[in-house]
């Protein structure tokens, strides 16, 4: 297939994108090609779009068009509070439940040192004098509990509690709709040390 | 998230993929534009590119950015078979064996009545045609083993038989490298029929 180079390019663009491998990509490119150059058009503008207009919240980091995002923009939202999440879907997630009316701060990752983000990378410092502005009472650890997401919970709690901060993670235990056979020990095993 | 509309475009565009859900889509979109903005143009580029550029071969049907693609323009390539495939991948396949030096004809799909595939759809007049130029003296038929690509064969074989001309199909059997024991029992079967 030598004069077919800007198919072989399109190829290995798609083999850029997380998850995607060479045949996954040469079948996305065959699709596309063959079923739907609509696509093509869109998903090009989509990107040329959101590359040049997103950026980083000023205050909170997540994903938005503005200096300042929506939660961060909102006079609504109690100032007092500060969840700290890894990622905008984990945000968007808690924002779902609606049980949440504090503010955020997304780090946009995670202390990972085998991958050489420490927390210089992540902007830890930032966080810390977010916290530390006088108005955020209480800084909620909302990281996700894996390995690395408990690693940077500890971190950034033992950091924000010598600075004498109210800090709390969320509540491990049972999840809603489960049943105690099919739970996983060390989940039992946190609800019931954690049990009120 | 209300004043994310380009990540949500962003993230609806890249749905469009096949194979790539909600899920997926919102993993890629973060990805790239946290850690990879270059792959985001380059994504973006080719898909213009491939878009304004890719074509039919006016011949075999494959994808190309000339009036006709390499294989059909190589003067050394025997006129006097043709190998009908299913795709572009399929060809490649059998080009990387080196064990075919004719030429192709590239359906760009198979029948499917129930999509709405049907002989004109796939474009089976043209395939008759070049098959009856007097040039072209035995028609490989290289569709897939699946029930639609064997009824694409069938369909193919019974129209060109009817024409006088020598059609043939890849040979069922047992792959190189396999041991009986844990070989299907239909491709024994017909390995049994078609031995010699």
Redesign the interface.
Known sequence: ???????E??I???R????VGVK?A?????????H??A????????????????RHCALCHT????EL??TCSDPRRDASQLCVVE???DQ?AI?RTAAYRGRYFVL??KLSPLDGIGPRELGLGELFERACDGVVREVILATNFTAEGEATAHVIGEALRARGLSVTRLARGVPAGSELEYVDLGTIAHALVDRR
């Open positions: 297939m030598a004069d077919t180079s800007s198919l390019q399109l290995q663009a798609l850029r994108l997380p998850g996954s040469q079948r996305m490119a065959f699709h596309l090609l063959q739907d150059r696509s093509m058009r869109v998903l090009a503008q989509a990107l040329q779009e959101a590359d040049a207009r997103m994903f938005t068009e503005a995002c929506a990622t905008p879907a968007a924002e946009m990752g």
